[in-house]
């Protein structure tokens, strides 16, 4: 299945029931219930915590990916990964027009928290590919770097095709694509972040 067939076909429902089963059995993000309702997550709210990746029962992490087939959990993290990636550009680098991107997207925001454990502060997007996530579902990184090389062209040219298509304030996607090449934190992830800045840096228009 490629990036798009995934992205625009099973995704949604796997989100969900990722989403449902976060209400349904609880999420570690402290900040969780503080937030306003997802419509693209049907209910709830916008934010769950990275630690509600790991699936370890036996340390109080609930496996949160269990509706999802695990022939498509890499598929699951790419694909969220570029709903992380992108409203985190939105909020740091084009502020003035976060609200009409939240407003049209109103996508999910990962924080780093284990109920009142660890710094409240927001997940790099990256952390969705961490040894304690990838290990608890018997991911090997090798897959994960084979898998987000194909994902990378995929996650610049829906990016650039959502800004030529939708109008969010004065922000077009000439501004976005350098606003996230100068920023080097969408490149933290080694490898995975080598593919991102390859195909932003090769894409023309």
């Given at each position: 299945?490629?990036?798009?067939?995934?992205?625009?076909?099973?995704?949604?429902?796997?989100?969900?029931q990722?989403?449902?089963?976060?209400?349904?059995?609880?999420?570690?993000?402290?900040?969780?219930?503080?937030?306003?309702?997802?419509s693209?997550?049907?209910?709830?709210?916008?934010?769950?915590?990275?630690?509600?990746?790991?699936?370890n029962?036996?340390?109080g992490?609930?496996?949160?990916?269990?509706?999802?087939?695990?022939?498509?959990?890499?598929?699951?993290?790419?694909?969220l990964?570029?709903?992380?990636?992108?409203?985190?550009?939105?909020?740091?680098?084009?502020?003035?027009?976060?609200?009409?991107?939240?407003?049209?997207?109103?996508?999910?925001?990962?924080?780093?928290?284990?109920?009142?454990?660890?710094?409240?502060?927001?997940?790099?997007?990256?952390?969705?590919?961490?040894?304690?996530?990838?290990?608890?579902?018997?991911?090997?990184?090798?897959?994960?770097?084979?898998?987000?090389?194909?994902?990378?062209?995929?996650?610049?040219?829906?990016?650039?095709?959502?800004?030529?298509?939708?109008t969010?304030?004065n922000?077009t996607?000439?501004?976005?694509?350098?606003?996230?090449?100068?920023d080097?934190s969408?490149f933290?992830g080694?490898?995975?972040?080598?593919?991102?800045?390859?195909?932003?840096?090769?894409?023309?228009?």
């Amino acid at each position: 299945m490629t990036p798009s067939e995934y992205y625009c076909g099973p995704f949604r429902e796997h989100f969900y029931q990722f989403w449902n089963s976060l209400d349904s059995n609880g999420s570690v993000s402290r900040v969780r219930s503080k937030c306003n309702p997802s419509s693209f997550a049907k209910q709830s709210d916008l934010h769950f915590s990275t630690f509600d990746l790991v699936a370890n029962p036996a340390n109080g992490f609930r496996d949160h990916l269990a509706g999802i087939p695990t022939s498509n959990h890499v598929n699951f993290l790419c694909a969220l990964f570029s709903l992380i990636l992108i409203d985190q550009v939105m909020y740091s680098h084009r502020k003035s027009d976060y609200l009409a991107f939240q407003a049209l997207t109103l996508y999910p925001k990962a924080d780093r928290t284990v109920g009142f454990a660890r710094t409240l502060m927001m997940a790099n997007p990256y952390e969705l590919f961490s040894n304690e996530i990838l290990q608890s579902h018997s991911i090997e990184h090798t897959e994960i770097n084979r898998q987000f090389a194909v994902w990378a062209p995929f996650i610049v040219q829906d990016l650039k095709s959502f800004f030529a298509t939708h109008t969010v304030g004065n922000s077009t996607w000439n501004g976005v694509k350098a606003a996230m090449l100068s920023d080097a934190s969408c490149f933290a992830g080694g490898q995975l972040g080598a593919y991102l800045r390859r195909e932003l840096e090769s894409e023309v228009g």
